[in-house]
């Protein structure tokens, strides 16, 4: 799981906790079940049972993979329509392509970020490159929806391609642990990816037997989800592991820590740290469309079939199948 890697003890350092600090208590830790997207790749439903008004501001997490694909295995999506949210992919491993129907895309690939601002509505593909398609080789990202507030739901759709080397990066007290902030804010390190919605989005890699206590705005919802290995989150040290979410309740600080012993491919604690400003607001969701009122998802299904969310271009990007 590369991702971006760097040597710790080059990094600054999150400073210690004050002693007026509050951890924040783990109000819930739930498993996310196993399922396939698209045109049919492994995904784990992070969110899944988890109340929108614990997630809220985000509306939809999978963990894509990790699988170690056979030539001709590689899969995507084909075109299809976004509209009252953000959508954005982390690749932690292998490459994905990205096209829409804005003009906005490339090539995302060993921890990159493609953040798209869908706004008032978006057409685009995400599919493996043809010659990973051909080769086969290993796959693992994340997708995460961000929902947008009412005020900005038809905003002008946007893209932004968050090269790996952008984002921030800074390390625990103790040195054992790599912090890559995509977004937001971790301890005053900012990361590159520039948020309508107020949220902090980071991957953090923590050390056998290292521990993090992170800083974390009170005025953020938390959620720590654990891509691969062992250990323990909040102050009473309860037990996670791979593909489990904990939410966490009030308090300025979030604490992690990895378990002595990992399994031998999964040599440290690989987790997400994730939170927002909660919105607030009503939410109707109907697949690729997130809004505020029935009548409002009624009018973005009208506007796709009426081919008012885009045109897919000319010289479109499309799924490719191995020969």
Not at 111 to 129: C, D, K, V
Not at 290 to 313: C, S, W, Y
């Amino acid at each position: 799981m590369p991702a971006v890697t760097a040597d710790t003890l080059t990094l600054p350092r999150l400073t210690p906790a004050p002693v007026e600090a509050t951890d924040r208590p783990v109000r819930s830790i739930t498993s996310g079940p196993r399922g396939y997207e698209g045109e049919g790749f492994p995904v784990v439903r992070a969110f899944a049972g988890v109340s929108a008004a614990d997630l809220d501001p985000f509306i939809h997490m999978d963990q894509m993979g990790e699988v170690d694909y056979e030539p001709g295995e590689p899969k995507g999506t084909s075109w299809h329509p976004h509209r009252g949210f953000e959508t954005v992919t982390y690749m932690i491993d292998g490459r994905f392509q990205h096209q829409d129907s804005t003009g906005g895309g490339g090539l995302i690939e060993n921890g990159a970020t493609q953040w798209m601002t869908a706004g008032a509505g978006i057409l685009h593909i995400e599919t493996p490159p043809a010659e990973l398609v051909d080769s086969g080789g290993l796959f693992h990202g994340i997708q995460l929806w961000v929902n947008l507030p009412a005020a900005d739901k038809f905003l002008t759709p946007k893209y932004q391609n968050l090269e790996g080397a952008e984002v921030g990066l800074l390390t625990s007290e103790d040195g054992g642990a790599l912090i890559r902030v995509v977004a937001g804010d971790v301890g005053g390190h900012q990361g590159p990816g520039s948020t309508h919605t107020p949220i902090t989005f980071s991957h953090t890699t923590i050390a056998p037997g290292a521990r993090v206590s992170m800083p974390w705005r009170t005025d953020f919802n938390a959620l720590v989800y654990v891509l691969s290995g062992r250990g323990t989150v909040g102050p009473d040290a309860r037990p996670i592991r791979q593909g489990q979410l904990a939410v966490f309740g009030a308090g300025d600080r979030i604490t992690i820590a990895a378990d002595e012993d990992q399994d031998s491919n999964r040599p440290a604690l690989e987790v997400l740290v994730l939170g927002g400003r909660p919105i607030r607001e009503p939410v109707v969701q109907y697949g690729p469309f997130v809004m505020n009122t029935k009548q409002q998802l009624a009018e973005a299904i009208e506007d796709f079939q009426a081919g008012r969310l885009g045109v897919i271009p000319p010289d479109a990007l499309m799924p490719h199948t191995s020969r």
